[in-house]
């Protein structure tokens, strides 16, 4: 069974502030990929990233950076000099990559991020 | 494109009513899924389709019916709507089923039973 946990239900921080969010994954599979969505107050959901079980450099696309450590099943998401259009619900989530298994995604609970200004 | 289109967007139900959400894409994505979303909780898979015609149950499919006749589209039937299916749907489709492929989602269906 998959597992993905976002112990940080919470996170306050003030503009420009860095912050990391956290996700920690249990899997039986060798093979997975790894997930973050963003989730503004809008609804929607948007994808941020994708991170195959093999690859395990870290990633930065502007102010987010992420770090996956394969050793620790951790997968966390940093965003640098946070800004308030940043404040949203952010989802870990796990897949597996066999095709029996094929998009059975599992969502973290999620962490709500606030920035104020 | 479109990209992932839900209706309605809202929805109000009564206890036993039935009713479907429809949901379609226009990227001929082969992979399409249903999520729920409680409050406080991420997304939990109800039903998937690797291909018209094909469906799978995710891990709470209980009170929830699909069917794939098309590839665009991939309505969900609550037979007999109760409280506890009070919740924001979202529809998400894909090239494939593999995880290498992102998930598009819908704007989400928010339905309550009372």
């Known amino acids: 069974a998959q597992k993905v946990t976002q112990a940080q239900t919470e996170i306050s921080v003030v503009e420009k502030e860095d912050v990391t969010l956290d996700c920690v994954y249990e899997?039986?599979?060798?093979?997975?990929?790894l997930f973050w969505y963003k989730q503004p107050p809008s609804g929607e959901l948007v994808f941020l990233i994708r991170r195959n079980s093999f690859d395990e450099q870290n990633e930065i696309s502007g102010r987010y950076s992420w770090n996956f450590q394969k050793s620790t099943s951790s997968f966390n998401f940093t965003i640098t000099a946070s800004q308030v259009v940043d404040s949203a619900v952010y989802f870990c989530?796990?897949?597996?990559?066999?095709?029996?298994?094929?998009?059975?995604?599992?969502f973290g609970d999620g962490t709500t991020l606030t920035v104020k200004p | 494109n479109a990209g992932v289109t839900q209706t309605p967007k809202f929805q109000v139900l009564k206890t036993g009513q039935s009713m479907t959400l429809q949901c379609a894409q226009d990227?001929?994505?082969?992979?399409m899924s249903w999520y729920r979303q409680d409050p406080g909780m991420g997304l939990r898979l109800i039903h998937y389709s690797v291909g018209a015609g094909i469906t799978d149950q995710g891990e709470v499919p209980n009170g929830y019916n699909v069917s794939r006749s098309t590839t665009e589209d991939f309505p969900l039937r609550l037979l007999s709507a109760a409280p506890s299916q009070t919740s924001v749907y979202f529809c998400?489709?894909?090239?494939?089923?593999?995880?290498?492929?992102?998930?598009?989602f819908g704007p989400g269906t928010r339905l309550t039973v009372l």
């Open positions: 899997t039986r599979d060798t093979t997975y990929y």
């Open positions: 998400a489709s894909s090239y494939s089923f593999r995880g290498t492929d992102t998930q598009y």
């Open positions: 990227m001929n994505h082969e992979y």
């Open positions: 989530a796990l897949s597996p990559s066999y095709n029996t298994n094929a998009g059975k995604s599992t």
